[in-house]
T-cell receptor, first 114, second 111 residues
């Protein structure tokens, strides 16, 4: 099926650990994103890549590092996890001109830091 | 600063009871306004894009409208399967690579 897929779906880890979330899209889109959804359901953009090039880097701690090996993949690595990093992380993709079709989102990764 | 505010935060309706959700926005040059539906444990699902004041789009029981300051999502004769969180988002001309989301309206339809 054509989709944006994220792994893992759930991630429970201790403070101070390093973890990665993987994202892949097979829609042929040029642009991929990472969004964070907090407990109040606000979706906030973290990063955006277009054809493997970083184009958006919002005010995010440098413990968060995205990596795009090719335009179909965008991974998120988080160092030294903190309690406040607990949230749902969504990967999304879009055609370069998104105004027509919006984003296609993955199903999310629920990260819990204990 | 670009901003999106949605109201109400939560809305409970009886099946068949029509209503509207509001999205107020402040953006420096609107390129597009989006509506998404989000079910629990899932990612947002795209519904509509609106570009200019006066525009309307419809899909089944949903109709989205746009003015220069706000958008409405009208739901006519809703069914329980319409229960979800509805998210509004805007895309500014100045930062076309990202869209900014509101916090959503949780809609619950009782049978």
């Amino acid at each position: 099926d054509t989709a944006v897929s994220q792994t893992p779906k759930y991630l429970v880890t201790q403070m101070g650990n390093d973890k990665s979330i993987k994202c892949e899209q097979n829609l042929g889109h040029d642009t991929m994103y990472w969004y964070k959804q907090d407990s109040k359901k606000f979706l906030k953009i973290m990063f955006s890549y277009n054809n493997k090039e970083l184009i958006i880097n919002e005010t995010v701690p440098n413990r968060f590092s995205p990596k795009s090996p090719d335009k179909a993949h965008l991974n998120l690595h988080i160092n030294s996890l903190e309690l406040g990093d607990s949230a749902v992380y969504f990967c999304a993709s879009s055609q370069e001109t998104i105004a027509n079709y919006g984003y296609t989102f993955g199903s999310g990764t629920r990260l819990t830091v204990v | 600063e670009d901003q999106v505010t949605q109201s109400p935060e939560a809305l409970r309706l009886q099946e068949g009871e029509s209503s509207s959700l509001n999205c107020s926005y402040t953006v420096s040059g609107l390129r597009g306004l989006f509506w998404y539906r989000q079910d629990p444990g899932k990612g947002p699902e795209f519904l509509f894009t609106l570009y200019s004041a006066g525009e309307e789009k419809e899909k089944e029981r949903l109709k989205a409208t746009l003015t220069k300051k706000e958008s409405f999502l009208h739901i006519t004769a809703p069914k329980p399967e319409d229960s979800a969180t509805y998210l509004c988002a805007v895309q500014a001309r100045s930062s076309a690579s990202k869209i900014i989301f509101g916090s959503g309206t949780r809609l619950s339809i009782r049978p």
